[in-house]
C-alpha cells in the first residue's frame, strides 16, 4: 500500500490521531499514560514543536500541534515509534502496537481551532467515562484552566490564538456537551480542515511541493486516505455506527458495499487489507466492487450518489 503523503511546512496546524492495532488498549496502567506523554515531551524537545490539547483514550488519541519546521512525519514517528518500544519491552510483546499510520489533518486555525480544542476535551465525555471534562485525568483541558497550564501544553503559544479567559473557555467546552458539534465533517479531501480560501492555499502548496521535486515519488500521492477514514465518512452519511458497518459479514448491506467500493476508489489499499477489515475474503471484495459498478450503470440516481461520496475525497 502506498504510503499516505503530509502536506508539511512551517507553523502548520495538525490533529493528530493513532489508534491501537485492531481497537486493542494502547494505554493499560497510569505508568502508560505518562511514559506517553514523557516521550511527547521529549520530542517537543528533539523537534521544537508546540502542543495546543491532547487526550490520551484507552485505545486511541488526539493531539494538536503547531510544527515550526515541515517535520510532523519526524515528530510522529519518534513518538509512536519510542512508545512501541516500552510497550512491547515491558509486556514481552512483538509487532505492532498501532493501528498503520497516523492520520493527521491539516486545520485552519482562524477558523477551526478553537473548536477542535474542545472536540478533544469532550471525548472522555462523549464516551461516557466521566460527566466533567475536568474529572478525565490524561486530557489538557485542566490545564486550559489555570494560568500555569499543565507541564505539557504550551500556554504562551495558546493564549495568542484563544482568547477566552478560563471561566469563559469552561462555559464554552460545557456548551458543546449538549451541541454535539463534529468538525470533522467538515474536512475536504480527507487531510485539510478550512474554509475555501484555506483549503485552495493549501492544495497549491501541495501541487508546488510535488512538482518542485520536494516530494520525490510523485505516485505515493495516491491512496494518502485510511481504511478508518473512508469507513467514518460512510457511517456519517448514513447514521450507521463502525462497528454495525463492519460486522455485517452474514447481511451484506448498501453502506457496507459503498465503503468497500470507496476503498477501492479512492485508496491504494489492496483486496486483502479491504477484506480484513470487514472480514471478508479478498475475492468477496472484488464481487462487491463489480457489483456496486454494473448498479450504477444501470441507475443514475444510485451513480449521482456515489459521485457525491467521491466528491468528499476529491483533493
Avoid: C
Avoid at 483549503?199 to 485510511?226: A, F, M, N
Avoid at 470507496?262 to 479491504?274: P, Q, Y
Amino acid at each position: 500500500m502506498a504510503r499516505p503523503y503530509r502536506l508539511q511546512g512551517e507553523n502548520y496546524f495538525y490533529h493528530i490521531t493513532s489508534r491501537g492495532d485492531d481497537r486493542k488498549k494502547i494505554f493499560i496502567s497510569d505508568y502508560d499514560y505518562r511514559k506517553f506523554m514523557d516521550y511527547l515531551l521529549q520530542a517537543k524537545k528533539k523537534h521544537n514543536f508546540y502542543l495546543y490539547a491532547y487526550v490520551l483514550m484507552s485505545n486511541h488519541y488526539h493531539l494538536l500541534v503547531e510544527t515550526t519546521k515541515p517535520n510532523i512525519s519526524k515528530i510522529m514517528q519518534n513518538v509512536n515509534s519510542a512508545y512501541t518500544t516500552y510497550y512491547n519491552i515491558k509486556r514481552h510483546k512483538y509487532g505492532h502496537v498501532f493501528q498503520g499510520r497516523y492520520k493527521s489533518i491539516l486545520v485552519d486555525k482562524d477558523s477551526y481551532l478553537l473548536e477542535l480544542t474542545r472536540y478533544i476535551h469532550l471525548n472522555p465525555v462523549r464516551a461516557k467515562m466521566v460527566k466533567k471534562p475536568e474529572e478525565y485525568k490524561w486530557s489538557s483541558y485542566k490545564g486550559y484552566l489555570t494560568k500555569e497550564g499543565d507541564g505539557y501544553i504550551d500556554k504562551a503559544q495558546i493564549s495568542q490564538v484563544i482568547t477566552l479567559d478560563a471561566m469563559r473557555y469552561r462555559e464554552f467546552v460545557e456548551e458543546g456537551i449538549s451541541q454535539k458539534i463534529d468538525p470533522f465533517k467538515e474536512v475536504y479531501g480527507g487531510f485539510i480542515l478550512g474554509k475555501t480560501k484555506f483549503i485552495k492555499e493549501k492544495l497549491k502548496e501541495l501541487k508546488d511541493q510535488v512538482e518542485s521535486g520536494d516530494y520525490t515519488d510523485k505516485k505515493e500521492i495516491v491512496g494518502h486516505i485510511g481504511i478508518e477514514e473512508i469507513a467514518e465518512v460512510i457511517a456519517q452519511e448514513y447514521k450507521i455506527e463502525l462497528e454495525e458497518l463492519r460486522q455485517q459479514k452474514n447481511r451484506p448491506s448498501k453502506e457496507r458495499n459503498l465503503a468497500i467500493y470507496l476503498m477501492k476508489r479512492v485508496s491504494a489499499l489492496s483486496n486483502i487489507e479491504i477484506g480484513k477489515y470487514f472480514n471478508i475474503s479478498s475475492t468477496a471484495v472484488s464481487k462487491v466492487v463489480g457489483n456496486v459498478e454494473k448498479e450504477m450503470a444501470g441507475k443514475k440516481q444510485f451513480k449521482a450518489e456515489i459521485e457525491k461520496l467521491l466528491s468528499r475525497f476529491s483533493a
